[in-house]
Every structure is written in structure tokens, then in C-alpha cells.
């Protein structure tokens, strides 16, 4: 039998940054991924990192992206040293377009936020705009947030695994969770289904779920119902001789993404659809025209490749981040949407404090799991 002191389910992002957190702090750890971890949304998703509160916040979900923030800048640098892997975390500075008289109403209440937050910013007139990047519209005015940043996350990922091994994490891959034993209040078994061995037990002084848009899926196997559920994003990859501009190009919902290599990524869009990961030729088509509007140089060149991730929606916008009671030994760390990429440091930082029994730096009563759905936001 197979015994740990940390068991942690799914290998996304999430899940591989609570593991690398527990082995950091001198944890015996396993991770259990169905498939290859690293392969769903965490490897479909942009990587942008949006600028965290220089000023003391009380905003739960802005508590979460300062300490993200903040962590991020120090994960590249210990990732890079330890594994020789250059996730390409860059403060690259974002640019916020508008187009429409309502974007131009959006982006003016954006201005309130960044100056409640403490953020920097630059207004940007038409002029001032092209001289950032010649090729964008002439329709577009908008404003630039030096302190925005973003990583490669397939990068990310390589780095997060060769530490993981380095820190002697076991990675079970290929090996699914189907189901769990429990004596009163603690979890003793967690089931799984490995394509070699067939089902076993696993067991560990704690289990952390952390299945993305699965999640709810494996809580309710422990009798706990949870609100997480699959948002299909599409994106498209373009590939330039050289990168066409540095920063992340924002507008509404959409973005441009610019890689060091020359690749631009073009998405997004949240689709309801279930565990449905295919693309579809309405939204790439929607994609491409939208960013010809942008940057009409993107007429002149085809997608070299197109794919659709599912973001773990929560009903409230709140990630859950705590306890399954009644189950002390059992922990969610899921339902982080558009933001696993960013929220993913301090999440493990703030589940090993939870899990280890230490005093949080944040307080994650707001993102406790049996919190109802009725969180303003
Ligand atoms: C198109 C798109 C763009 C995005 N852009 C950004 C962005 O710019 N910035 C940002 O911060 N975030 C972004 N996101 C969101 C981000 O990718 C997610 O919030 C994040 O990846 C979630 O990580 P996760 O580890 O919870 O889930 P996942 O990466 O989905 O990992 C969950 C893992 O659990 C495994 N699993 C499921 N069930 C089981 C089981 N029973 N047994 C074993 N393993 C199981 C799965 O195989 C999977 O590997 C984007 C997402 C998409 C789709």
C-alpha cells in the first residue's frame, strides 16, 4: 500500500503548485493525475497575470491577487535556479483597448479600480497608442498598466514538474481517482484506477482535491456538494517572424498574447458546454476577425493552430479554498476560472499553511467550502 503525508488529487496547475509547496516545506508528497498532468486548462490558458494592489486591500479576491502577485516574481526565480527552466514571467505591461463608446465607459470605471488599488497607469490617446504599437487600430484609445505581467504556462508547467521531481514528489500519472474510504471524520483510502495495475488504494494523513473543472465531481463521491463547473475558452496561435509588440493586449473579454518566440495567442470566449473540449469553427472564425480588428496586420497571416480549455467555474467568482468537512484530513482547492494561472502561488502557499494547521496569510474564510452561494461579488 502506498502511504503519504500529503496526497494531492489532479495535476493542473493548481495541484502541481499545493505538491511543490508541501515538498518545499518537508512533506512526504504523492500527485495523482488521470492522464499527463499539465495537459488541460493549465496548458490551454494565456498565462496573463494582472497587475495586484500596491495599497492594503480588504477585498477578499484582491487579497489573493497581491499575494499571487508578489509570489509569482519569486517562483520564477527560485523555478529558473532550481530547474534551469525559464518560465518566461515577464512584467511586459498590458494595454487596455477600447473600441466602442461603452468600452470607453468601462475602461474610465477601470481607472477608479486601478486608483482605489493603487495600480499605475497611462491614458493613452490615439496617437500615443500607435507609438506603443504601430500596427493597432486607428479606432482604439486606451490605457497602459506598466505593472501587468505574464508567464508561458506550458513553460510554467515544465518547471513546476522538474521540480516536483526534484523534490521528490511521486507523480502517478495515468491514474485516476474513483472514489474514497472514510472512518467518521477522516478520509482513510482514496481509489484509484491505474491503466497498468488496475484499482488500488492510496493513503495519506491528508488528501487536497484539486481537479479543476472536475472537482465537483470527486466532492460529491465524499457526499459534499460543490458548485464547479466546465467554461469552454477557445484559442488560436499565430506566428509572427519576430514578436509584433511586447505586451498583453486587452480589449472587453479578448486579448492578444505575445510569446518571445514570435507567437501570438488570440483568445477568448466562455462557453457553457459541458466536459466538451472541441473547437469550433463559429468561434474561430469570431477570433481571427477580432483580431484583425485589433491589429489589422492579422490579415496577412493564418492560425497556425487552434485549441479550447475548460476553466473551473465557481458559481460566486470565489475559488474554494478549505476544508470538506466533515472529512479534517480532506481539502478543495478548485473553481479558480480565468485565474488558476495567477491565483496558483498563493493558493498553495495558503492550503499548506491550512493544511499544516498554521495561521493563514490571508484569511480564507471567504473562500471556505461550505460557504452557501451567496457571497456578493
Ligand atoms: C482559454 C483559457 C485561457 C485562460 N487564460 C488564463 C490566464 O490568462 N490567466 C490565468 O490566470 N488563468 C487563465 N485561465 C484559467 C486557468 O487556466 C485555470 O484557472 C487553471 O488552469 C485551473 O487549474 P487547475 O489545476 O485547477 O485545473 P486543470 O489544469 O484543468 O487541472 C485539473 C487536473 O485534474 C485532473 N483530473 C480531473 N479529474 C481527475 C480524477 N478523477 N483523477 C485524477 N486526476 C483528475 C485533470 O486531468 C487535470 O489535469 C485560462 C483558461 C483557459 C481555458
Known amino acids: 500500500m502506498d502511504r503519504f503525508e500529503l496526497l494531492v488529487l489532479g495535476g493542473g ?3 502541481m503548485s499545493i505538491a511543490l509547496e508541501g515538498a518545499r516545506r518537508g512533506l512526504q ?15 490551454a490558458g494565456a498565462g496573463i497575470l494582472p497587475a495586484g494592489a500596491t495599497v492594503r486591500v480588504d477585498d477578499p479576491i ?25 518560465n518566461e514571467y515577464r512584467r511586459s505591461g498590458g494595454l487596455y483597448l477600447a473600441m466602442t463608446p461603452a468600452e470607453r465607459a468601462t475602461l ?50 515544465a ?67 460543490t458548485q464547479i463547473y466546465p467554461v469552454r475558452g477557445q ?56 483580431a484583425s480588428d485589433v491589429i489589422p496586420e492579422f490579415q496577412k497571416h493564418e492560425p497556425v493552430q487552434a485549441w479550447a480549455g475548460l476553466r473551473p467555474g465557481s458559481i460566486d467568482a470565489f475559488p474554494y479554498l478549505g476544508t470538506l468537512y466533515p472529512y479534517e484530513n480532506a481539502f478543495l482547492a478548485a473553481g479558480h476560472f480565468r485565474h488558476g494561472l495567477h491565483w496558483s502561488t498563493a493558493t498553495a502557499q495558503l492550503m499548506i499553511e491550512h493544511m499544516l494547521g498554521e495561521t493563514t496569510e490571508i484569511s480564507l474564510e471567504p473562500f471556505r467550502v461550505q460557504r452557501g452561494n451567496t457571497l456578493p461579488r
Not at 472541441?278 to 474561430?284: A, Q, V
Request: aromatic residues 8%.
Open 235 to 290: 484559442m488560436l496561435l499565430y506566428r509572427f517572424d519576430r514578436p509584433p509588440f511586447s505586451m498583453v493586449i486587452n480589449e472587453g473579454h479578448r486579448y492578444l498574447v505575445p510569446r518571445e518566440d514570435g507567437h501570438v495567442l488570440v483568445g477568448s470566449c466562455e462557453e457553457e458546454v459541458g466536459f466538451d473540449r472541441s473547437t469550433s469553427s463559429e468561434m474561430i472564425e469570431q477570433l481571427r476577425r477580432w
Open 13 to 15: 496547475v493548481v495541484g
Open 29 to 43: 508528497v504523492g500527485l495523482v493525475e488521470r492522464g499527463l498532468i499539465g495537459r488541460e486548462a493549465s496548458w
Open 62 to 86: 484582491e487579497q489573493l491577487r497581491q499575494l499571487s502577485d508578489k509570489l509569482h516574481s519569486d517562483w520564477a526565480t527560485w523555478l529558473m535556479d532550481l530547474t534551469g527552466i525559464d
Open 108 to 157: 474610465r470605471a477601470n481607472q477608479l479600480w486601478w486608483d482605489e488599488l493603487g495600480i499605475d497607469y497611462e491614458k493613452l490617446d490615439q496617437q500615443s497608442l500607435r507609438t506603443k504599437v504601430p500596427w493597432v487600430s486607428d479606432k482604439a484609445e486606451g490605457y497602459f498598466v506598466p505593472a501587468d505581467a505574464k508567464l508561458r504556462n506550458p513553460r510554467h508547467l
Open 159 to 225: 518547471a513546476l514538474r522538474k521540480a516536483c521531481e526534484l523534490l521528490s514528489v511521486r507523480v502517478l500519472e495515468g491514474t485516476e481517482v474513483i472514489g474514497f474510504d472514510g472512518q467518521s471524520n477522516r478520509i482513510s483510502h482514496v481509489k484509484v484506477n491505474g491503466q497498468d495495475d488496475g484499482c488500488r488504494v492510496l493513503t495519506a494523513e491528508r488528501v487536497c482535491v484539486a481537479t479543476g473543472a472536475w472537482s465537483s465531481l470527486l466532492t460529491k463521491e465524499l457526499g459534499i456538494e
